[in-house]
């Protein structure tokens, strides 16, 4: 359907025509031995020069020949063909972006799991370690305020262990704030 091909003598003039699309403008002057193409609106052709070889090996031009088709029905399908190229690509860009999204959860669950495990760990640890150090540092405070009951060479001792204690306290409640 709406096609035909048309045979012209070497005069250019009609001879046969056959198909149901009526194509009425004439031929160009010049047509190259390749042939060429030719759009007129939705149109479009290909006109082509037929030849005959004789015994002597030349080539006698017999006529033309146009084979004609209407590009209507092919440039609905192409605009056809672009919405649904459109929407079919946007809708796996969508699949995609959703299945990425589940997918990045999904490898974040065990990452997440663990973060919580280790915050729980610092906070449990940090809790027990506060009340041996609380006692740590209650009993050499006692000490250093009763100095005359230690023996002289143990008092740098006691110091130095409140200042470890303290130290201590220190990094637990920072420990603590960081939970």
């Known amino acids: 359907a709406d096609t035909s091909i048309q045979w012209y003598d070497q005069k250019k003039q009609l001879i046969v025509?056959?198909?149901d699309l009526s194509v009425e403008s004439p031929l160009p002057e010049t047509i190259p031995p390749s042939g060429f193409f030719r759009e007129q609106g939705e149109i479009?052709?290909?006109?082509?020069?037929?030849?005959i070889s004789l015994p002597s090996g030349d080539r006698q031009k017999l006529g033309y020949i146009r084979a004609s088709a209407d590009m209507d029905f092919l440039h609905a399908e192409l605009a056809r063909l672009r919405w649904v190229l459109t929407i079919g690509g946007s809708v796996a860009c969508l699949f995609a972006l959703l299945g990425s999204i589940w997918l990045v959860r999904?490898?974040?669950k065990p990452i997440l799991k663990n973060l919580e495990q280790l915050k729980q760990f610092t906070a449990d640890a940090s809790h027990e370690l506060r009340s041996p150090l609380t006692a740590i540092r209650t009993s050499?405070?006692?000490?250093?305020?009763h100095?005359?009951?230690?023996?002289?060479?143990d008092r740098d001792k006691v110091k130095a262990i409140a200042s470890a204690s303290e130290q201590m306290s220190s990094l637990v409640e920072d420990l603590l704030l960081l939970t």
Do not use: N, T
């Open 44 to 51: 479009r052709s290909y006109i082509v020069p037929s030849y």
């Open 106 to 108: 999904e490898s974040l």
């Open 147 to 153: 100095l005359e009951r230690i023996h002289a060479s």
């Open 17 to 19: 025509h056959e198909g």
């Open 140 to 145: 050499a405070d006692v000490m250093q305020q």
